[in-house]
């Protein structure tokens, strides 16, 4: 069975400030794939990257980073300069490619930035 | 081309009724996905179909809850003997096929009265 933690229920940080958002993931399959997720306060989950796991490299999109271990199976999302903006819930989800496996998603980061 | 639509986005109904929830996919995703949101928590998944193949249901929490998709596109997800319980966001996702990335949809808001 698969597994996301999310040890950080909430984070608050002041503007301008690096933060990073832990998750760690738990599969026996070797084919699996790692997503991340933002929800703000309007409600829709917005897509931020797809990772799969033969791709440990990492990516970096703007002031968005993402760091990939599968030593420590942990796939981190870290936020340079954050923003206002940025206050959201962070998910982090994994699936398996088989069929019939839902979609796993971790309890959720509150991530609030202040001014 | 237009994201995952829901409706309606809010319904409120009294404990006991029956309700249904539309969701309407991006057009050629193949699998698609039920959750639901209770307030300031996690998504749960519900149930999930691909393609023409039977759907996973192992996540319904009980037999009054049901789902179809109708001709690999639209699903309506059924609420039988509503509970109190049962109140929450529940979302609807897409994708091109399983473990490809999934949109969502903005949610169905429901409150059981």
């Known amino acids: 069975a698969q597994k996301v933690t999310q040890a950080q229920t909430e984070i608050s940080v002041v503007e301008k400030e690096d933060v990073t958002l832990d998750c760690v993931y738990e599969t026996r399959d070797t084919t699996y794939y790692l997503f991340w997720y933002k929800q703000p306060p309007s409600g829709e989950l917005v897509f931020l990257i797809r990772?799969?796991?033969?791709?440990?490299q990492n990516e970096i999109s703007g002031r968005y980073s993402w760091n990939f271990q599968k030593s420590t199976s942990s796939f981190n999302f870290t936020i340079t300069a954050s923003q206002v903006v940025d206050s959201a819930v962070y998910f982090c989800?994994?699936?398996?490619?088989?069929?019939?496996?839902?979609?796993?998603f971790g309890p959720g980061t509150r991530l609030s930035v202040l001014p | 081309g237009a994201g995952v639509s829901q409706s309606p986005s809010n319904k409120v109904t009294e404990k006991g009724k029956d309700v249904e929830l539309r969701c309407d996919p991006i057009?050629?995703?193949?699998?698609l996905y039920w959750y639901r949101q209770s307030l300031g928590q996690g998504l749960e998944f519900l149930i999930y179909?691909?393609?023409?193949?039977?759907?996973?249901k192992s996540g319904l929490p009980s037999d009054r809850f049901s789902a179809e998709r109708t001709g690999g596109s639209v699903s309506t997800l059924t609420i039988q003997r509503t509970q109190q319980e049962d109140s929450a966001v529940y979302l609807c996702a897409s994708s091109l096929s399983v473990a490809d990335t999934q949109y969502f949809g903005p949610g169905t808001r429901l409150t059981v009265l």
């Open positions: 990772r799969n796991s033969f791709d440990e």
């Open positions: 179909f691909q393609g023409n193949s039977a759907p996973d």
């Open positions: 057009s050629g995703h193949t699998a």
């Open positions: 989800a994994l699936t398996v490619r088989n069929y019939g496996q839902n979609f796993v």
